[in-house]
């Protein structure tokens, strides 16, 4: 089983860490080489699916906590 990791932080993008790939709703693999990605949270990225800062621009706020 591959080893990934997903980072929630305090009004931040989803982090992800590990052996991953991302498939769209078509089945197709989003080309990424990188160890590591941003995922988008806010919904307001112009680089969907991945973050671009611009939820700093729109104060995006979410505090999600383990429960």
Excluded: W
């Excluded at 997903?6 to 080489?33: C, N, Q, R, Y």
């Excluded at 969907?48 to 611009?54: A, D």
């Amino acid at each position: 089983m591959p080893n990934v990791t997903i980072t929630v932080k305090d009004d931040e993008p989803f982090l992800i860490k590990g052996d991953i790939s991302i498939v769209d709703a078509e089945g197709k693999e989003i080309e990424t080489d990188a160890s590591a990605i941003a995922l988008c949270r806010c919904g307001a990225s112009s680089t969907q699916p991945f973050c671009n800062g611009t939820h700093k621009k729109i104060g995006f706020e979410s505090k999600v906590r383990a429960s």
